[in-house]
């Protein structure tokens, strides 16, 4: 499954801002897959935390062999030490069987999260251990496929718009006047800025100073809480 837009949030897109437009039309359309069960989805964003994308993919393999579903009451079941064997952190076993227990007992509903607007959603998700602000932004992109989301502390984003609108660097004042600017399609605007971050317009450099030792940072698939 892949997050769903229409032709409606591109043309908006490109009516309000033609640099981004002629970006989409080179492009053309961007599918990234989405997760929809919100309790796997913060497993998986958990899971995935200060690790390669091909060794996360390969944990999260392991864990649907293994348990089948990945759902509160088949982590509850599980000891540390089986988790654990699955090639995650104890720290990561704790954040995820914490995340359990509070939705088992009905401390923590997910449902509930649907519910709720994107501000208040991010709040609630930030209560759960390993959750960070970067992280509950991803969820509610890549799980709830919310429609406004452009996350400022994702570095591929601002790699992106360093490279489209040619900044040497953005500060939060330029990045909040685009995130004005694309709402409420955001999120749409995210998939777009990612591929241009990712090397999608092979003549697009990113202008930022060379710096050797900043090589790594937050992404749009990873970033460390």
Not at 80 to 103: M, N, P
Not at 154 to 161: V, Y
Not at 183 to 197: D, E, H, K, Q, T
């Amino acid at each position: 499954m892949f997050f769903t837009y229409s032709q409606q949030e591109l043309d908006y897109l490109k009516s309000k801002d033609k640099t981004l437009g002629k970006i989409i039309e080179k492009i053309g359309l961007v599918q990234r897959e989405v997760q929809p069960d919100l309790f796997s989805a913060v497993v998986f964003s958990i899971i995935g935390q200060q690790i390669s994308t091909k060794a996360h993919l390969t944990i999260w393999q392991r864990f649907k062999q293994n348990l089948g579903t990945v759902d509160a009451f088949t982590i509850n079941q599980q000891t540390c030490e089986q988790l654990q064997a699955l090639g995650i952190s104890y720290r990561k076993v704790s954040y995820i069987k914490d995340f359990a227990a509070k939705v088992v007992s009905g401390e923590f509903s997910v449902e509930k999260i649907q519910e709720l607007e994107d501000k208040e959603a991010i709040e609630a998700l930030i209560t759960l251990k390993g959750i960070g602000v970067w992280t509950a932004e991803m969820i509610l992109l890549f799980c709830l496929q919310r429609k406004d989301i452009l996350s400022f502390d994702d570095l591929a984003i601002q790699r992106g718009l360093r490279m489209i609108y040619r900044h040497r660097k953005l500060t939060k004042e330029q990045f909040l006047r685009y995130k004005k600017r694309y709402s409420p399609y955001g999120s749409v605007a995210s998939l777009y800025i990612w591929a241009v971050a990712g090397g999608a317009i092979a003549e697009l450099s990113d202008p930022a100073p060379k710096n050797k030792k900043a090589t790594k940072g937050k992404t749009d698939a990873k970033k460390a809480k």
